[in-house]
Nanobody
Framework: QVQVVESGGGLVQAGGSLRLSCLASGRTFTKPAMAWFRQAPGKEREFVASINWSGGSSYVAESMKGRFTISRENDKNTIYLEMNSLKPEDTAVYYC?????????????????WGQGTQVTVSS
């Protein structure tokens, strides 16, 4: 198994920035792709961004490109989500997930290991 733990959420004003972190542990030698998803109240969980283990391949959802950036530090088994120009509609619980495959994917069903989530609230 792979365990993931998110941190870095909080309350921020519209236009502000936050950086989320996700620490992976356990069977990380399988080099799983990692991703961020988010879920707002009353809505389905949606894909935000994904990155492969080496960091050489990544993808950010089209609606968030230009504002969100995904990155990683392999020596720390940690991935990050840098969020800029935040909007109230970005308010959600953000989840980190580890995949069962090494390639970047937006398919939620490919992610087997999930964190507990971290709340991001953007005030207007």
């Amino acid at each position: 198994q792979v365990q993931v733990v998110e941190s870095g959420g909080g309350l921020v004003q519209a236009g502000g920035s936050l950086r989320l972190s996700c620490l992976a542990s356990g069977r990380t030698f399988t080099k799983p792709a990692m991703a961020w998803f988010r879920q707002a109240p009353g809505k389905e969980r949606e894909f935000v961004a994904s990155i492969n283990w080496s960091g050489g391949s990544s993808y950010v959802a089209e609606s968030m490109k230009g504002r969100f950036t995904i990155s990683r530090e392999n020596d720390k088994n940690t991935i990050y989500l840098e969020m800029n120009s935040l909007k109230p509609e970005d308010t959600a619980v953000y989840y980190c997930a580890a995949s069962t495959i090494v390639m970047v994917t937006t398919n939620r069903d490919r992610y087997r290991y999930w964190g507990q989530g971290t709340q991001v609230t953007v005030s207007s």
